[in-house]
């Protein structure tokens, strides 16, 4: 059995689906994939269950009712990763904006010294291609803003492309992470680096996607921005429930 497996949530993603499976499945390296797709409507759970003819122990789909958002995706992904007792648990897009080749230099951080590693658009500058320059200086001002409101001396703390230790996702109180959208990936960082875990971020290049249609929206913004002081308060003065 694999030791590692990589989640990739869809919403209407059957331009990419089948390649970014098979992309994983070609690495050097055994991963197995969890898709948790939110019954996209244009037939991508359709997809993963045909290509599950090919690749019956290795390609797994959980399908949820309707669209719940990035975060309870995970978290859903996660829950079903840990009672399997897989020890690298993977987030990853499905649009090719992760490089799939990148999943071995994050399980090698973490087979190494890092607790959490972080496929990191700015560790080494600003590494990202064909966005626009509005989504950069977003994206960029809100890691830098992250930094200082929380004490993570993570460049990249929104970054969604991560691998987790097990034992990390076991301690971090699944059930209390609030956020569902942008802020979550702000939060499970946040979590790991309160409980002492050792964030590592590998440098990537993140390419914007070209298939499909991008799932940012002003309400994650506004999440990302204004919950990043609600998080940051509840972690000081609601410790025993954060």
């Not at 990589?6 to 098979?22: C, D, G, H, L």
């Not at 020890?87 to 904006?97: K, L, N, R, V």
């Not at 492309?161 to 990936?185: M, P, S, T, W």
Request: charged content about 25%.
């Amino acid at each position: 059995m694999a030791d590692g497996l990589v989640i990739i949530p869809t919403f209407n993603e059957i331009e990419n689906i089948e390649a970014i499976i098979r992309t994983v499945f070609d690495l050097k390296r055994d991963f197995h994939v969890l898709i948790v797709d939110d019954n996209s409507p244009d037939g991508t759970a359709q997809a993963v269950q045909k290509l599950q003819e090919t690749f019956p122990d290795s390609l797994f789909l959980e399908v949820r009712k309707e669209k719940s958002g990035l975060g309870t995706a995970y978290i859903h992904g996660f829950k079903w990763a840990l009672e399997r007792e897989y020890e690298y648990i993977f987030e990853m897009d499905a649009d090719f904006s992760h490089r799939p080749a990148a999943l071995l230099r994050l399980h090698r951080a973490c087979l190494n010294k890092a607790d959490v590693a972080v496929g990191s658009r700015y560790k080494k500058g600003v590494n990202v291609v064909n966005w626009h320059l509005y989504s950069v200086l977003l994206s960029y001002g809100a890691s830098c803003y992250v930094m200082m409101i929380t004490g993570m001396k993570v460049h990249d703390p929104t970054a969604g492309f991560v691998c987790y230790r097990k034992e990390v996702l076991q301690n971090i109180h699944l059930d209390r992470v609030r956020f569902i959208g942008y802020a979550f990936q702000i939060e499970m960082k946040y979590r790991a680096y309160l409980k002492g875990y050792n964030i590592e971020e590998v440098s990537i290049i993140f390419t914007d996607r070209v298939n499909g249609k991008s799932k940012m929206n002003s309400s994650i913004v506004k999440e990302a921005i204004f919950g990043v002081i609600t998080m940051k308060l509840r972690s000081i003065f609601f410790k025993k429930s954060f």
